[in-house]
């Protein structure tokens, strides 16, 4: 976002594989950031860590909880040059998907900090947030909303997977992030087997908004299709999907251009100072493609799907 005299995206990827040569099920792996002037032309920063990264999983092998895959969530600013980035990591458990076996999925969140404005990062000693087997198999893509009033708690949203669904859950903080306590369930799929999030919701991006929370949100349908939608909360805790409960974007559709036709997905949304909102979000042609990043806007800060264009 706007800040310090530059935009600054994070963005997690990886260059064919996960750490240890590990086959790579999802386009985590380590965190580049790139800057902007206005936020569209963008260029990357030569990070110091393996690949230009800023950020990259625990040595193989070391048994740390992020030592297969990891990728930045969210980075929250204290200062000109303290930053504080929420990032999930996969350790080298191996769970059962389907008929073998992938390390990497099981997810914890955990922390690094920044001191030169985001260049650097030392991670805590461990992670922050365990995952719990009555959400699901990981807890991961970490979201951290901060009040404008110092007495209210810190609020994290993440998601995890059951097995069958994909849901959102949330965790508050009254130490700045130090220590997180779950708050429980936030947000799930329709019910209805012809809802677009009726597998779920996974990622997700939540700001202030119109006197409380707009949260814009990825949701899945039956045959795996991604779409984004939209819903408020007057105190982050209570959402009420908006749009009628129908997507807001959908792939090649509206403003997505061609780039798009396969999947988009990881939105993270950004109120201007003139009221209005973009929308940055990913997002792949095909099976062959790169997944590639990408922008619209809301001129009104509406959300409705006639509200948005292209960049």
Known sequence: GEGAGEWQCYYYGNAGTWNGDRKCFLPTG??????????????KVEGKEEGGAILTPSADGSGKWDEVQT????VVRLSKDE?????????????????????????????????????TWKKDDNYLLDYDESEGLFASWPRVVISDDDNQPWIMYYHSFDGIKWRVFSAESSDKGDTWVRTGLIIEGGDSDDA???????????????????????????????????????DGKAFTKLND????????KGPLGQWTKQVIGTPFVCKMKDGGLRLY????????GQMAIGVVESLTGDIEPDCWTSL
């Open 30 to 43: 380590s965190t580049g950031l790139a800057i902007s002037k206005d936020g569209v032309s963008w260029t």
């Open 71 to 74: 990728g930045v969530g969210d």
């Open 83 to 119: 930053l504080h980035m929420y990032y999930f990591g996969g350790s080298a458990e191996e769970l059962s998907f389907g008929p073998g076996k992938i390390a990497g999925f099981r997810m914890r969140i955990g922390r690094a900090k920044s001191i030169d404005n985001g260049r």
């Open 196 to 234: 677009f999030d009726f597998s779920g919701i996974g990622t997700r991006s939540v700001i202030q908004w119109k006197a409380g929370f707009l949260m814009i949100y990825e949701g899945v349908d039956g045959s795996s299709t991604h779409r984004f939608g939209a819903a408020f909360s007057e």
């Open 245 to 252: 409960g129908n997507p807001i974007l959908e792939p090649f």
């Open 281 to 288: 979000h990913c997002g792949k042609d095909g099976p062959d």
